[in-house]
């Protein structure tokens, strides 16, 4: 059945994706496995930027199952009609079958009507002009504000002439339908970073981490590891939709002792009410813990991998034990608490291989790897050469502009194949291919950190000069 879905305008390349991965987690495609793609289509006239989008989805349950778990959608609505003007609506209206209309309309049950509009701003005294305008429909229920069975919606655009930047509307356009499902936008001020007791410089933004989660399906039962852990933010998201967490770190003193007891990776989850990470390890991505033949562990991977603007990624070793100057040593016990080891620089590529590998081992067939990696946007070919591997099918990109040279694009990947050893030295030419070919921009010495950040204002005063700043300037753009 075509649902309505109102999104929230904002973070447009991912609207679609989350909807499609939440869909998947609860049934839509059981019928058809093979195409996990919803059909969409715009409303008359409307530009893909619109939030209003309408949505093919088989049931009213899965429509208010993902409404209700979105991030990104406002609401899901059965529309009971549209049109360019209000007699259109109220001919839409009075057309749409009696059979659904009215069993949302009987005397025992209460509803409200609520008015929105995009693209414009309407007085109080014209929201009630347009609900006195609905007096065609035979409400029987009584009215209730606060908790209706029942809410319906009437929603307006204003045509392109006053749009202001907006996506573009050639004629005004009005719906009117019923609430199925709505997202819960509380999650976001709750779980905002600022009122967080622990943060790290890679902290990940509440809104981006539920967003991950969402594609990476983070589900009650399910098992979720972030092989980047830092200071938790990502497992926090997942925890809160019941998965099990776990999570690991190159750095022993983010995972192990953090700024005190009642301030660490552990305190973030207590804060919030939630289950504790079932373990936090510190080990290099590099070399991973797991024992040989251990596979298929996790339900889903999800991190945000180190690739230098930020924080740069470092894997064991250190420069003279990797240059041969000092073979391998053995730490004595009674240095052991307190030794921090020697670690090198780990290159994008070979961090994002080492990624795709330790995926294809330890994640359960059908598991998603969900991790964000940067593009070349003066490259018109680096968004089409994303990292590969046998194991794996590419689901979902979804862009997020960084700077006018760079962007990130979140990867939603799912497992397809069980690992072999075959598959592995196939994902190593690849690797290869992909090190010599797309990652090139990168390799070479590009300054990602700088071409996201703008230097800090230098103003002189006599012989001085004086940094109106003490930090660099994000120059990027958050939708």
Not at 423 to 442: S, T
């Given at each position: 059945m075509w649902y309505l879905c109102v999104f929230y305008h904002r973070l447009l390349d991912y609207r679609k994706p989350?909807?499609?991965?939440?869909a998947d987690l609860f049934g839509a495609f059981e019928d058809n496995r093979s195409n996990r793609v919803l059909r969409w289509r715009l409303p008359q006239h409307h530009h893909p930027d619109s939030p209003f989008h309408f949505v093919d989805l088989p049931t009213e349950g899965i429509a208010r199952n993902v409404a209700n778990r979105s991030i990104l959608v406002k609401g899901i609505y059965e529309l009971w009609g549209e049109g360019t003007s209000y007699e259109e609506l109220e001919e839409a209206i009075k057309s749409y079958p009696d059979e659904r209309k009215l069993p949302h309309l009987g005397s025992e049950s209460t509803f409200k009507i609520t008015v929105d509009s995009f693209g414009k701003v309407m007085s109080l005294q014209e929201h009630n002009e347009r609900i006195r305008g609905l007096s065609y429909i035979p409400f029987k229920g009584r009215v209730n504000l606060k908790n209706p069975d029942i809410n319906f919606w009437l929603m307006e655009t204003d045509d392109s002439a006053t749009n202001n930047g907006l996506p573009p509307v050639a004629q005004r356009r009005i719906f009117f339908g019923r609430e199925v499902g709505g997202a819960d936008r509380k999650l976001i001020p709750t779980y905002q970073l600022k009122s967080r007791n622990y943060l790290g410089p890679t902290a990940m933004d509440a809104e981006m981490a539920f967003l991950m989660a969402n594609q990476a399906q983070a589900a009650p039962g399910k098992l979720v590891y972030d092989p980047f852990v830092g200071t938790g933010s990502i497992l926090v998201s997942a925890a809160r939709f019941g998965a099990m967490t776990m999570g690991a770190d190159i750095d022993i003193r983010v995972v192990r002792d953090g700024l005190g007891p009642d301030c660490n990776v552990w305190s973030n989850f207590k804060q919030y009410g939630l289950p504790m990470p079932i373990g936090l390890l510190r080990a290099d991505n590099n070399l991973p813990p797991w024992r040989p033949g251990l596979k298929e562990v996790f339900d889903a991977i999800i991190c945000d991998p180190p690739y230098g603007v930020r924080a740069g990624g470092r894997k064991s070793g250190g420069r003279k034990l990797l240059k041969g100057v000092v073979g391998p040593y053995t730490v004595p016990d009674d240095k052991r608490a307190d030794h921090i080891p020697s670690t090198a620089p780990y290159s994008l590529a070979e961090c994002v291989h080492d990624l795709l590998d330790l995926a294809a081992r330890m994640l359960v067939k059908g598991g998603r790897l969900v991790f964000f990696y940067p593009v070349s946007r003066e490259d018109d070919s680096s968004e089409d050469h994303f990292p590969e591997h046998p194991c794996f099918e590419l689901v979902a990109s979804s862009e997020q502009i960084l700077s006018s040279r760079y962007s990130r694009v979140l990867l939603t990947m799912v497992k397809t194949s069980p690992y072999?050893?075959?598959?592995?030295?196939?994902?190593?030419?690849?690797?290869?291919?992909?090190?010599?070919?797309?990652?090139?921009?990168?390799?070479?010495?590009?300054?990602?950190?700088?071409?996201?950040?703008?230097?800090a204002e230098v103003v002189e005063s006599g012989d001085a000069k004086v940094s109106k700043e003490s930090k660099l300037k994000y120059r990027g753009k958050y939708v």
């Open positions: 989350e909807v499609e991965s939440l072999t050893e075959e598959l592995a030295l196939a994902a190593r030419i690849k690797h290869l291919e992909f090190k010599e070919n797309h990652a090139k921009w990168l390799e070479e010495g590009n300054n990602l950190h700088s071409s996201v950040f703008s230097p």
